[in-house]
């Protein structure tokens, strides 16, 4: 059964009324596009996800990929939609009208491979590495290398992976082990084993393009010894033909809880000492290659996030709006007709949550992605590099809050849906099974918070930290304050939130400063938590004072508008108010998970 | 050959429409508005006759609010050449678009006009009659395939209980149903060419037609609601029900 996959009067909501996205048509690089040509793009994809995409989510869950020692066999539906997705130009949405794509701001781009993932996230990996691939060889590789291989993977003939997972090396990329051997021709041989490759073998594209980390004969330990290299399922000849099949085996498939639709491999390099490599960019600059391409991807992962929040969220609001089960607390006689699910406070403070978190999330993924924008494109010098500051210190967020509290959002839709939502019959358990997979790959929650608490927030001396906090600050002065639709109790408590967020941080720096990060670190989840509640506060804040000053053109809007308002309350007076149990414990310094000994465990 | 086809803006397939309170007529203020799928069967057929080298020209028109614009270029980055919108508030009756584009067959003498059946906002289901009336043309209505000969073409029409296949002289009306053809995307990169195709845009009057409504809207309402089914003990109590309460036997 197939439910909505977003609500399109949220996503014009945010786009043009919270983010103003048409006003980067008067950027040299988007002045020929409109909201029309946005409009338009996003249509082709709604379209490409609800007539390919949606309709084979379930059975792909049901009929994982499987390998018979020689080749990878996907359901047929699988290639069908990805076939029409590239044809239709999406998967080279956001490159250079000289490469064939449409040049759309990453405001716009993000917002269609959204939706796709929305209708399915298992078959629409395997297009959305290829983009990560194809970016890494245009942003790092050689003109020939760019040459080579990326007009293939923009057209959809060659698809692209991602290879830097070991057995041995999961969070920790700096003990990874493949190694590199230069040859007299410039190229080099590949030997190690890679796991839960994503799209690591398949016959759904031509070729296969693996982006792979390894390390050459006399690098260094750790991460400064790691190169990143193109290897090929098939060698490619100059005309861009195929060549010979180079030395990259399929070990085996895994058996995943979700995100079944994509193929997830064990991928052995050079088994017989004949694995072709091309070195990318410098020797030891592998990791610095990747990491330049993770905002994106990472906007990515929290965009998909959201998309199975949301989708989930939309289901079990119509399941809400149509099951009747019980009566109105006191209500005696047996005879009154039972009420409809929605109508009973505690499922529309399920459903409040579900909103809170999935419209918060999109807000916050799509005001990362205008951030890659202004990055980019940006008139001002100042404002780039605003942009960019901005962007590193709130990606760990943008990827970890979503995949976190939409997922929660997935828990609650299941609950709301009672026992059927526990049933495959119904979409809600797959969406909660895939979207499991998001606080752990691209980098784990722990691995975010330590990465926001221990790099982000400290960098240049925490100049991103303060920006960010003076632009939370600077709305909750700017909203209205008193007569009707006064924001005075929502701004009041941002205020306050944000009050704790600066002391915690001050008192958690002082920490740092005594050289003891273990004890800095040791709660950094918990600080991912507050700070990132803190900055859906805000973005719900935007969305309130956006709802109160707009001209309602009829009753639906206004009721739109009204839910607005509805949602960022519930943020406001039931999650908020959490950070300040966190900044307590965050400022005293709990220190029992620190001082438990494993053995007592 | 030159095709002219003319598209409807019309709200969203998708959308579940309500009525507006007061019954004049259907909330469409901040409603998403697409082309009439009938409209995008009509657009992918001449694009495919074109494709085919049977067509030189796909001309694309659209009548009504500027907005309307959108629903042409949607059509021009399937694969029309230019577009022209005869821009008008005024709320547009099947006849009064008939009579424009009668206009507009004049000034652009095509060899043949492919329109959808109807339009699912009114499911009216007349302008391509009215027109091949007004014109004079034959007219192949509710089209599931569509063959050209020399100077004429074949039609296969979609009737009660199966299908008719009639010849017609050209120029002539064609109007399209379902199995006809499944509509292309719109190509992401095709939208930026779309963007550069040229649209020209006229009033009513240039085409000296008077748009004033013939009809009234008395009331728009929705629907009634559906009611719960029952259970019926047996067969005997069935039939009374349909004879007393029901009375439809
Ligand atoms: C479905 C799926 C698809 C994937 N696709 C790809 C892909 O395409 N390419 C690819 O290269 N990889 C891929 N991965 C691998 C993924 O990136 C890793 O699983 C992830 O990086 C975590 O590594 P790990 O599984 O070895 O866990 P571990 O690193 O063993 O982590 C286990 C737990 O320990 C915690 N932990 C680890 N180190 C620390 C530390 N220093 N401090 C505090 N806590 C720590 C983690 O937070 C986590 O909770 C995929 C994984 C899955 C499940
Ligand atoms: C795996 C499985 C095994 C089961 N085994 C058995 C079994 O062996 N025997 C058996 O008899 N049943 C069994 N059940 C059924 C189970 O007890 C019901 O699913 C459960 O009671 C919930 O009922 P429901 O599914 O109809 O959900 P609903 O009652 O429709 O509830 C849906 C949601 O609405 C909320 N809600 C409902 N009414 C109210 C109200 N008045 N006020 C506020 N909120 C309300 C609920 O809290 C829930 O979140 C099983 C179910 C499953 C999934």
């Known amino acids: 059964m197939n439910s909505p996959i977003v609500n399109r009067r949220d996503l014009d909501f945010l786009l043009y009324e919270l983010l103003d996205t048409e006003r980067l048509t008067e950027r040299e690089r988007y002045a020929e596009h409109s909201r029309e040509t946005f409009d338009a793009a996003i249509e082709t994809a709604h379209r490409v996800a609800v007539d390919y995409l949606q309709p084979h989510n379930r059975k792909a869950d049901l009929n994982e990929p499987t390998f018979d020692g020689d080749k990878v066999s996907t359901i047929p539906e699988v290639k069908e939609a990805l076939d029409v997705y590239c044809d239709t130009g999406l998967l080279a949405a956001g490159q250079d009208f000289e490469r064939g794509g449409m040049q759309l701001p990453a405001t716009v781009a993000q917002t269609c491979t959204a939706i796709t993932k929305g209708a399915n996230v298992g078959t629409f990996a395997y297009v959305g590495l290829t983009v990560a691939a194809t970016n890494l060889i245009l942003a790092h590789g050689s003109d020939e290398q760019i040459q080579r291989y990326t007009p293939y993977m923009l057209s959809g003939r060659f698809f692209g992976t991602m290879c830097l997972t070991e057995p041995q090396a999961g969070s920790s990329l700096g003990d990874l082990r493949t190694r590199a051997v230069p040859q007299d021709d410039g190229s080099y041989r590949i030997r190690g084993n890679k796991v839960f490759i994503s799209g690591g073998d398949h016959e759904l594209a031509e070729n296969i393009v693996h982006m792979v980390l390894a390390r050459t004969p006399d690098a260094p330990a750790g991460v400064r010894g790691i190169s990143l290299f193109i290897v090929p399922k098939y060698l490619v000849n100059d005309d861009g033909s195929l060549g010979p099949r180079n030395d990259v085996k399929l070990a085996g498939l895994i058996h995943k809880m979700g995100y079944r639709g994509t193929t997830s491999t064990m991928l052995n390099f050079g088994e017989n000492d004949e694995c072709t490599g091309y070195l990318v960019g410098q020797p030891g600059d592998g990791l610095k290659c990747m990491f330049h391409m993770m905002n994106e991807a990472r906007i990515g992962v929290g965009l998909g996030a959201v998309m199975l929040g949301y989708g989930g969220y939309l289901h079990s609001l119509a399941y809400a709006r149509e099951r009747r089960q019980g009566r109105a607390p006191g209500e005696k006689d047996p005879a009154t007709p039972q009420r409809l699910l929605v109508e009973h406070a505690d499922v529309r403070r399920m459903l409040l949550a579900q909103k809170s978190y999935v419209e918060g999330g999109l807000a916050l993924g799509l005001y990362g992605a205008r951030l890659v924008d202004d990055e980019r494109t940006h008139p001002d010098a100042a404002a780039r590099a605003n942009a960019t500051r901005q962007l590193a210190l709130l990606t760990p967020v943008i990827k970890s809050w979503p995949s976190d509290y939409c997922l929660r959002a997935n828990d609650l839709a299941i609950q709301i849906l009672g026992g059927y939502g526990y049933t495959r019959e119904y979409p809600v358990e797959q969406y909660f099974r895939d979207n499991r997979l998001n606080p752990i790959h691209e980098g784990t929650h722990g691995i975010q918070a330590q990465d926001l608490l221990g790099r982000k927030v400290r960098q240049e001396g925490g100049t991103a930290f303060d920006t960010m906090v003076a632009t939370m600050r600077a709305t909750v002065d700017e909203v209205n304050h008193d007569g009707p639709g006064s924001l005075a109790g929502e701004a009041e408590a941002l205020a306050r939130a944000l009050e704790a967020l600066e002391e915690t941080t001050r008192a958690l720096r002082a920490v740092g400063e005594t050289g003891d990060t273990e004890r800095y670190l040791a709660n950094a989840s918990d600080y991912l938590d507050m700070f990132g509640h803190i900055v859906i506060a805000w973005l719900w804040l935007r969305q309130a004072a956006t709802a109160a000053a707009a001209q309602p053109a009829s009753d639906d809007d206004r009721a739109f508008y009204q839910g607005k308002l509805a949602a960022c309350r519930y943020f406001m007076n039931v999650e908020l108010p959490k950070i300040h149990h966190l900044a307590a414990l965050l400022r005293r310094g709990e220190d029992t998970p620190l001082n438990t000994d494993p053995d007592w465990l | ?249």
């Open chain 2, 1 to 249: 050959m030159k095709i002219l086809v003319p598209v409807k803006r019309v709200v969203d397939y998708n959308v579940k429409v309500r009525v507006k309170a007061d019954g004049s007529g259907v909330e469409t203020a901040n409603v998403k508005m697409s082309m009439n799928p009938f409209d995008e069967i009509a657009v992918e057929e001449a694009v495919r006759l074109k494709e085919k080298g049977v067509a030189e020209e796909v001309v694309v028109v659209s009548m009504g609010v500027s907005q309307c614009q959108e629903t042409i270029r949607t059509a021009l980055a399937m694969g029309g050449d230019r577009g022209i919108l005869v821009e008008t508030d005024d709320e547009l009756e099947p006849l009064a678009v008939a009579k424009m584009l009668k206009g507009l067959a004049e000034k652009e003498s095509p060899d043949m006009v492919i329109l959808g059946k109807q339009a699912i906002d009114d499911d009216a289901n007349q302008t391509g009659q009215m027109f091949a009336a007004l014109m004079g043309w034959g007219q192949g209505t509710f089209a599931s395939e569509v063959d050209i000969q020399d100077g004429s073409i074949q039609v296969t029409r979609e009737i009660d209980g199966g299908a008719e296949t009639v010849k017609l002289k050209l120029p002539a009306v064609v109007t399209t149903d379902l199995r006809l053809n499944e509509p292309r995307y719109a190509k992401l990169p095709n939208i930026m060419k779309a963007k550069k195709k040229q649209l020209d845009t006229l009033s009513p009057a240039d085409l000296g037609v008077d748009t004033t409504p013939r009809l009234k809207t008395v009331k728009v309402a929705e629907p009634p609601k559906r009611q719960g089914g029952i259970k019926v003990a047996d067969v005997a109590e069935l039939v009374d029900k349909l004879k007393n309460e029901a009375k439809v036997i």
